[in-house]
């Protein structure tokens, strides 16, 4: 998520337990937090059972942990416009922000006068979540798909976003045009020459998805009234995709983009709807002022009119008051058909969505995905497809359709965590019991009209506000779920000391094991982030100069089981000493012979490491690998003055300045060896 998004959370006003007061009395039973202890990451749980059964293309032993061990010493923070990765590495920029992914779109100007045209037509603004699929299996050519969370107007266009003097409102559609094209996901065909990674221009795969881009809509609320508009009177299109933050991949070869804030792209100057003031939709502007060429006379199918939501009409035929619910989802789209649509897969709930994972497969189970809605006092949620979990669907001859299979139908839960340690997944039916004593189909007519409003169904019936959930990993090796609570400055209620911290401003990061059931888990902290000076009570995994971070954001593990932690800071005591950065864990390592969890120190370089830092300003997001764990793709989103250089660890000469440009690094060992180890 960008530092620089409005912050959602004041729309959460239930009274649900807060986590902290959870924790509050999980520790205080269990007694394990001890003053000055340094404890890594906190094992609440003495039977937590971290032993699952490893995958066959795992490098892991029998007993199910993963054998490979991290194979870099940890690097110091970083102050400069430029990259810093660890000794034995190299990190070159490739498709930065307007790199021409067709012959149509002009190359990159530094003055910033690309048309609208030439940014439908090349990668797009402030790269986030993405991955890597590989051409029949290849390390050396495949596909990158990225997201593009959100714009930057001054870097975008020559001077900014023009105003009419008078009124302040916009009054360039060119302008406008090259915003919204500059939102959504990119796809590429890169490969690899011996040397270096290249986009290849013109190949046929190569497509943007925009916040133009039409889409279909499947799940509870396909073809649904509430969803038709002028220009979509059956319910089934929606234009566009937008703040694409973290994002998925299916075991069947296709990604998941999540739309996450959202609701500052829409207004409704009129009265708005419950759902709409629960998710923080605005009653008096937008974000970029695209509802202002409203009317202009190069408007194409009310292009900018869509984006004021206020009912205007006789009935939602007439305008646009059903538009934005056909944002706030997980869309699926295909990178391997460039003639596919993308899918709004609305069964898994409609929040500021945060990264979406699937959970471990089993054959003959269904399949589970987890996914965070990214606010302060907000939830977690899991998605349990009806469909049962076949091996044979992860080469079908229809992605999309094989993503219907286990995305459209089945039943969405949200978290409750209860303070001895164990967990309860509550479903949001119409069935669903209330905190009250009644039902979610007291409140809600349908299915649709929960989904509709997941946030304000979640409240009723008793989730338990969260941190800011943000992206998730589940480890390949024993199947574990982790969740980054990326910080909380907002809760300010009085805690008893065993608690996690007041104010904060530094994060953490939560793991849970599934139980025997569908609605069970068991939970506990993994790690908190905290700067290396501060105290007891701040510093309670006891973070050296070599680790300290703040802010966990992007979270994934590589298919050998070694975890990546990336920050997007803004607490100043670990911003003063490092720009944002990216670290290596092995979760086993955490563990000494009893199954206790180990100090990290300055002296302990068997645990938690920083591996890479990001140039000034930036926040450093997106992770992911070739199947060979040979080259590493991750991403530099809003940098300060950078890039200067293809080699990313060039810094910007002191008094140059550049117009910066978001963009993809790929690390590579010098060696040619798997990355990490």
Known sequence: MSK???????????ENEPFDSVLNKYISRRDVLKSGSGIAALSMLSGFGLLGCSDDDNDSDNSGETSVTLGFESIAGSKTDAVVVAAGYTAMVLAPWAEPLKSIASEYKPDGTNSSVDQENAMGMHHDGMYYFPIDGSSTDGLLVVNHEYIDQNALHPNGATRDPDTGLRNDAEEIRKEIFAHGVSVARIQFDGSNWNVVKDDPHNRRFTGATEMVVSGPLENHELLQTKYSPDGSIVRGTLNNCGNGFTPWGTYLTNEENWPGYFVN????????????LDDEDTRYGWDDLAGDPTEVDDEFARFDVTAKGASALEDYRNEANGHGYIVEMDPYDPTSMAVKRTALGRVRHEGCVYGKLVEGQPMTFYTGHDARFEYIYKFVSDAAWDPDDANPSNRLATGAKYMDAGTLYVARFDADGTGAW??????SVTTTGGMLGDTFSSLAEIILNTAGAADLVGATPMDRPEWGAVDPIDGAVYM????????????????????????HIVRWEEGDSLTSFTWDIFVFGSPADGDADTNRSGLSD????????GLAFDSRGIMWIQTD????????????QMLAVIPKDLTDSSGTKQVINADNQTSLRRFFVGPNGCEVTGICFTPDNTSMFL??????????D???????????????????????????????V
Not at 569 to 580: R, S
Not at 635 to 644: A, K, L, T
Not at 651 to 656: D, F, Q, W, Y
Request: glycine share 8%.
């Open 4 to 14: 620089f998004t409005t912050d959602p959370t004041r729309y959460n006003k239930t």
């Open 546 to 553: 070599l680790n300290q971070f703040a802010s966990p954001d």
């Open 426 to 431: 509550l479903p949001l039916t119409l069935d």
């Open 569 to 580: 800071n803004g607490a100043d005591a670990v911003e003063e000493y490092t720009n944002d």
């Open 646 to 676: 293809t080699d990313a660890t060039v810094e910007t000469p002191a008094g140059m300045d550049i117009r910066p440009r978001a963009t993809t690094i790929v690390v590579r060992k010098a060696d040619g060896g798997p990355i990490g």
């Open 484 to 507: 980054t609570m990326t910080n909380n400055t907002r809760r300010t209620e009085t805690t008893n000391a065993p608690n996690p911290r007041l104010n904060n401003a530094y994060g």
């Open 269 to 280: 100057t009129g009265t708005r709807t419950e759902d709409q003031v629960r998710i923080g």
């Open 635 to 644: 991403n530099i989103q809003h940098p300060g003055n950078f890039p200067y």
